[in-house]
Each structure stands twice: as C-alpha cells, then as structure tokens.
C-alpha cells in the first residue's frame, strides 16, 4: 500500500500541492494553506519539535509515516523530513491511503 501513498505525494508535488522542508513548510502552516503534514519517522528532534510547534498553533492536520529516503524520493528531493499538503482533497486521499497502510502493518 505504500506505493500508493508514494504515488499520490508525487502527483500532489507534480501538481504544486505539495512542498516540503521544515522552513517551507512552516511558511504555509502560518499562512493557513497547509491542510495535512507528513513528518517522516526519522525527523530529527530539533526539526520535529519547530514543526509541531506551528502544527499546534494552527490545528493543522499531521501524520508520522514512512522514511525521509522514501518521501524524499517520491517527490524528487533529497533528504526532506517534513511534508506539507497544500490541497484539502489530496490531504483527505493521502492520509486514509497512510492510515489504511498503518492498520495492515499493525
């Protein structure tokens, strides 16, 4: 199921739905566009802390799923950690995809 999680973040980077950096990210938290976050399960504290932080200010939607390697990879970057879905119908699609593949892992 992985794949299809990998395939949608692609599609929703394709689409400019999709940005990613612990800064960028940010930026759109503050500016009310981000409707889901992904922080990868290998965020380094300091990173995961700064995100949270915004997260929880603004009530934004947030998931702990997958490597940085394997998101990184899916949206043609390198070593990007934190993942912010611009786009409220993707976000929906994305995380049902991420929980679905969590309840099989389980």
Same mark, same amino acid.
């Given at each position: 199921?992985?794949?299809? #999680?990998? $395939? %949608?973040?692609?599609?929703? @980077? ?9 800064? $960028?990210?940010?930026?759109?938290? +503050?500016?009310? @566009? ?7 399960? !290998?965020? &380094? ?12 200010? /603004?009530?934004?939607? /947030?998931?702990? %799923?997958? &490597?940085?390697?394997?998101? +990184? /990879?899916?949206?043609? $970057? #390198?070593?990007?950690? #934190?993942?912010? #879905?611009? !786009?409220? /119908?993707?976000?929906?699609?994305? @995380? +049902? ?10």
């Amino acid at each position: 199921m992985k794949n299809k #999680v990998l $395939t %949608y973040m692609g599609f929703a @980077k394709r689409s400019g739905n999709l940005v990613s950096g612990v800064n $960028t990210c940010s930026f759109n938290i +503050s500016k009310g @566009k981000a409707k889901l976050i992904i922080l990868a399960e !290998d965020i &380094s504290e300091n990173s995961e802390k700064k995100i949270m932080k915004d997260v929880r200010k /603004h009530s934004v939607d /947030h998931i702990k %799923y997958g &490597s940085s390697d394997e998101l +990184s /990879h899916a949206t043609g $970057t #390198v070593g990007r950690t #934190v993942f912010a #879905v611009l !786009d409220s /119908h993707f976000a929906e699609t994305i @995380k +049902s995809e991420i929980e679905r593949d969590l309840k099989i892992m389980h």
